[in-house]
């Protein structure tokens, strides 16, 4: 059957090698996710100058480091000299500078090469010129996103749009105030399935029904299979009896104080391209940073973010935390499975979309033109 057979209820999924074949994996790795705006680092990670992150953005290692004037700048973590990885270390704090292990060139936390053995006897060389590869940064909800393009896209024209075209306008998800908020909670998952399996999940709620009981006592509309992101401002509104966004449907924490009376008592789930994932619920927010690391393989980074006095009150935010932990986890495996098949000749061309999931259709057209397929 072509996709010109299918009954008009129906549309066309990728081919199934779009979850397996390594050479559109490191398209991708190279035209979507080493172009466009990755969010990288939770910008409080970075508390004090010196304080870095190591991050893997399509193929290469990026160092995001808090500079002395307070600035986040990220650099390739690589030396300039013969190549060395700079930073080897996930996370970490350096004094004055960050210096590679092999042959000792040093860089300030502005990435000048500031020393090196007899560069003295070498007044040729530009520290500046010869210093860590700058890339591009911008900092927004609390994040910094790093793109490693020689010309980054307009972050207004990509991240900012894709948040204001599902909310309906910027100021939606600024009344949050995520730039203000602290972590309660991180948890990071290792997914065996390709990154596009995760953001198509996120996308529907045709499978809410099947594998997320939790999340539909909350928000019974969910059972009905149509995905609250389908539909400009909506948010998914609690059950009659559902007292707070938790696992067991009691009162959460203290609301957000910026949050309106149309987002009381709501859900708003946001995908930016082309790896974030924003859940927005009155008294925290719940965002994933996705990062792809093979064709059947994602890190999927989760942070629960509060009001800071909530934090260090060391109230129990366990009940808060529970509710999403276990549809990640619903959902991780529900990916896993899909990915198991998709070497599959049965998957050679394919699946459907059904009529809720139509939406999802646009998601595989931008990814085929980001690539050139």
Known sequence: MTTTDLPQSLLPTLPGRYYTDPGIF??????IFENDWFCAVRSADLAAPGAFRTVQIGRESVLVARGRGGEVNAFLNVCRHRGARLCTDAEGRVKRAFQCRYHAWTYGLDGKLIAAPNLTGMPDVDRTEYGLTRLAVREWLGYAWVSLAE???SFEQTVMADVSDRLGGRAEIEAYGLDGLSLGRRIEYDVKANWKQIIENFMECYHCATIHPE????LPEFAG????QYYVGHGAEFGADVAGFTVDGTAGVTRLPGVGEHQDRRYYAITVRPQVFVNLVPDHVILHRMVPLAPDRTLVVCDWLYLPEVVESGVDLTRSVELFHRVNLQDFEACER???????????RGGVLVPSEHHIGAFH???RARIGE
């Open 26 to 31: 490191a398209r991708e790795q190279e035209l």
């Open 151 to 153: 010309e980054p896209p």
């Open 215 to 218: 999340l539909t006592e909350v």
């Open 225 to 228: 299979g149509y995905a609250a």
């Open 338 to 348: 899909c990915q198991l098949a998709m070497g599959s000749r049965s998957y050679a």
């Open 365 to 367: 057209d931008w990814v």
